[in-house]
């Protein structure tokens, strides 16, 4: 009892391990893979979903299937899907080749789909598991399970500074503070990302190319959030070969006169405030999990408080800035108590190089 | 060969741990250790520094003596003085007890010193080793090392801070940033420190009581170092029965009518200016090896640009406090390019519960 224990945990790893080789290219949808053994427990088939359009998981492995897979078994991290979208049902695969047993990690966290699937199997006759590897399941899929749950993107909030918390000098330089490693590490992660939000100060006075440098095809969609709409003529966000880039304009404060600095090619989309939750959840609509934010301090306080941020993601460099005027990763939350403060679990450090990684989560 | 040496440096190590028994009560001298074969390499003896008057670690080896160390072997940390000072030169004793081998890990950092106590013994005929675990030793020492090289006291800062680098919220308001743990793990830090230095501001803001809260006896010396003499009458600091305390300040800005404000028993110093290296210069002539910054932005930013900081300590709370007026640990170095900036050196991180400590090299 206990050994198969083990080997279904070692099919259910395999499952989110294929899964996450979709990793930054299925959104809107999940990641999700699946492995068939079968009826003596033989591996037969994998799967998983590379790409939103393409085929899920489940669909894949059986496409792959070279043997029977009548009375075998079936692992698949997430609750199968049973309603037709772009592809058809994965349920009734899974009933129409005969599997005799379903491993599901974790439901489907859309709460109008949510144990439908399971149900629609057991009435088939067939034996489902719920709950195997479950923490590395929603640790795989937090985004699109936030998403589900809150109709807004899953937001990460990344920032640089040096060991006395100092994101740039008083006079506005702030490059480097890090080291090229670090750098290199936030090109990298931001090929998890589906998006990548800035502000239009950061626009104005970096103008950065918000890139992954090639590591995700295509780039994630680089988003400008500006209460003005007064941003520069030229920028790097302008040039949409190398990217897509979408301007987000509070209409209750900017001028539109500026909207036709802005070159074709580039989307745009208002908003009735500058609450940066309307923007998470509208990039969220437009199949958005998760968003990358590297913004200033000002739309960083913000986004912070109307609760856009799940985790964070703190690069400290060994250095000392000082600078009255200098910036900090935010600005003013009003707080006047203690008790007050956001309060940021499950720290975790790592170095790159002499600097330090923290992550945390909000 | 090689064997001989892993014993050699057995025995070192061990000198080495018997030295940092007297941790925090041998200034102004070093921390030394000795460790006594015989002829035969069997462990015939052991010492240390416990205090600064008491004998000198080769001396309590010698005294605690039980079989003929004729042709023996001594292990000690640092060169055996040679001079008559509190205690009788130990050089003497080693030359007297017929010993035939010494190893030295480092030299007398006091150039005055520095190789007269290894010639002496060569000069006798014994055989001495230099360089044996050398950078333990350095690490152990490097208080007394750098105060010999110098003429000032060794300065290790320390700050609690948030995940974005405040001090404390805009109001003042600074209990608690760090965990309780964390608290209790700066007072056990400061029994390591001869001397904890603040600025009038962090007396009159937070009235610290600045002790070990016992785990040094004598408690570390406390020290105002002050601008106006404007200190407040009554004070955790003007009971010193807990621990002695002192108040430095530049006479060049002070108003002495103050003076009687301060209750007898504390000790009170004058310099010509307000540059912490005046301070740190003082109390090193005071007998300090080393000394605790535990003062506001004020006060660390021109003892940093002073050269008073050689290690820092940072604790790093998970906590989001943001502020636009809110304290940073430093003030402005005024920087104007990111090559002018403190480059800390050597960073190494723990955890103390959730709270991120960070030490690191000026």
Redesign the interface.
Known sequence: MIESHIIDIKWMKRAIYLASLGKGRTSPNPMVGAVILDKNGNLISEGFHSKSGMPHAEAMAFNNLKKDARDGTIYVNLEPCCHQGKTPPCVDKIISFGIKRVFVSIEDPDKRMSGKGIKLLKDAGIKVHLGLCKKESKELNKSFIHKNITDNAYGVMKWA??????VG???G?????TNKDSRSLVHSLRASFDAIVIGGNTLRKDDPFLTSRGIRNPEPLRVVFTKTLNLPVKSNLWDCKLARTLVVYDASTADEKFLKRIPEGVEIEKLSSDNPILLSNLLAKKGCNNVFWECGPKLA?SA?KAGCIQE?M?F?A?????????M???????????DE???????E?S?IG?D?Y?K?IT
Do not use: A, H, Q, Y
């Open positions: 500074m040096s060991m006395d918390g100092r000098l008083k006079n330089k702030s490059k480097w503070i306080t912070m964070l703190t400290i060994p250095k000392i800035l000082g600078g009255v005027s200098s900090n990763p935010f600005s003013d939350f009003e707080f006047t108590d203690m403060v956001f309060n940021l679990n499950e720290p450090t170095f002499n330090i923290v945390s």
